[in-house]
């Protein structure tokens, strides 16, 4: 096992076949869960997890994108999968000190962090493949969640805990008076434009 898909596309060509992509962010769950499974079943099929999580990382090494980010396919986009990605090696026993990975990932995290602590990437950076920040440097309280949560995975606050507190007072000052929070337009949560990719 190299990796996990999360559902199967019907590609139409001359025959009709089943496709299975794979992703990051669904192989990244994958592994959180196989280390919890450890934990709780000791020594159950202990060589098989071993193995497949020790490929699934290999995985999830290779799809990192030269800036730090991963590409997504589920949510907005790079911001998105790097909180999965971060999570997911964090889990298999990485950190910033024997991973690489993290430490990209860690680095584009912070070097996309807005001056008001939060994170905000647009739309357009699906169908483009590349980070594109939102319009006027605006924050999206979602995926400014999302990055803080990949700087917890990735121990961040055992380095610097600056940017972590500059994210949680963004959201801490963020609820309306009712309690509830401000909702944010996001355009579409899958990226549809790497799945007509696949597809073509």
């Known amino acids: 096992m190299k990796s996990f898909s ?15 992509f794979w992703y990051v962010e669904c192989t ?8 919890l499974f450890k934990k709780l079943y000791l020594g159950h099929r202990k060589n098989e997890i071993h193995n497949c999580i020790t490929n699934v990382v290999r995985f999830i090494e290779d799809k990192q994108m030269p800036d730090g980010s991963w590409y997504g396919s589920w949510g907005i986009c790079f911001t998105y999968v790097t909180w999965f990605a971060l999570g997911g090696l964090a889990a298999a026993g990485k950190t910033n000190k024997n991973c690489l990975a993290i430490r990209r990932g860690v680095e584009f995290l912070l070097k996309s962090q807005r001056d008001d602590g939060g994170w905000g990437e647009s739309y357009a950076s699906c169908p483009n493949e590349k980070y594109i920040p939102l319009e006027g440097n605006r924050s999206n309280l979602v995926q400014t969640a999302w990055a803080l949560m990949g700087l917890l995975h990735s121990r961040q606050a055992e380095r610097d805990p600056t940017p972590l507190h500059k994210a949680a007072k963004l959201l801490i000052n963020s609820p309306m008076e009712d309690g509830d929070f401000p909702q944010q337009y996001m355009q579409n949560c899958i990226s549809l434009s790497s799945v007509g990719e696949k597809l073509k």
């Open 28 to 35: 990244a769950s994958a592994i959180q869960a196989l280390v």
């Open 6 to 20: 999360e559902f199967q596309f019907l590609c139409f060509s001359q025959w009709l076949e089943v496709c299975i």
